[in-house]
T-cell receptor, first 115, second 113 residues
Framework: NAGVTQTPKFRILKIGQSMTLQCTQDMNHNYMYWYRQDPGMGLKLIYYSVGAGITDKGEVPNGYNVSRSTTEDFPLRLELAAPSQTSVYFC??????????????FGPGTRLLVL | AQTVTQSQPEMSVQEAETVTLSCTYDTSESDYYLFWYKQPPSRQMILVIRQEAYKQQNATENRFSVNFQKAAKSFSLKISDSQLGDAAMYFCAYRSAGDKIIFGKGTRLHILP
């Protein structure tokens, strides 16, 4: 049981380039989330998904897109990278979001640098 | 809107001593959960402890315990017998039913040998 895995661990992008951050979970969780963590700050929700085929915006969705074609995978797409997107990105999953005690399990993070 | 405030950006504690990290939150909900997450230098977010708002008894996990004051909307984390491996960023988080988790800005804890 690998939990939540993310690739790549680190990436440098040039302004205007595109890339996809991969996230996979093997816990059969319905809910998946993408957060970004800027230096000295807490986590901010970018997008989340309540199940395959269903996604919704979080607090800071601009500049990002997501898809959820399977239960396991929840990729995050950056279409036109900007320096403001330099951050550490965390993927997380949980079985449900309807019960507040549900624990979110986090991946190891992807560090993205846009120059 | 719910908010989570951690007023201590950084703290230091001597190894084997006890340290308390503060967290306050604001909500109008009655049913919610509170969490402390640890983020070591590896950046992996690890759940340390959680507290159900309807429970008066403070949660405890080994050397980690909380002081939950519902009326004051306070949720502090106490780490006893601090160890070098406890050095990390600690995030307080809030969640109500059917809602997303809201994180505080974090407290960086240094353990002095």
């Amino acid at each position: 049981n690998a939990g939540v895995t993310q690739t790549p661990k680190f990436r440098i992008l040039k302004i205007g380039q595109s890339m996809t951050l991969q996230c996979t979970q093997d816990m059969n969780h319905n809910y998946m989330y993408w957060y970004r963590q800027d230096p000295g700050m807490g986590l901010k929700l970018i997008y989340y998904s309540v199940g395959a085929g269903i996604t919704d915006k979080g607090e800071v969705p601009n500049g990002y897109n997501v898809s959820r074609s399977t239960t396991e995978d929840f990729p995050l797409r950056l279409e036109l990278a900007a320096p403001s997107q330099t951050s550490v990105y965390f993927c997380a999953s949980s079985y449900s979001a309807r019960v507040p005690q549900e624990t979110q399990y986090f991946g190891p993070g992807t560090r993205l640098l846009v120059l | 809107a719910q908010t989570v405030t951690q007023s201590q950006p950084e703290m230091s504690v001597q190894e084997a001593e006890t340290v308390t990290l503060s967290c306050t939150y604001d909500t109008s909900e009655s049913d919610y959960y509170l969490f402390w997450y640890k983020q070591p230098p590896s950046r992996q977010m690890i759940l340390v402890i959680r507290q159900e708002a309807y429970k008066q008894q403070n949660a405890t996990e080994n050397r980690f315990s909380v002081n939950f004051q519902k009326a004051a909307k306070s949720f502090s984390l106490k780490i006893s017998d601090s160890q070098l491996g406890d050095a990390a960023m600690y995030f307080c988080a809030y969640r109500s039913a059917g809602d997303k988790i809201i994180f505080g800005k974090g407290t960086r804890l240094h353990i002095l040998p």
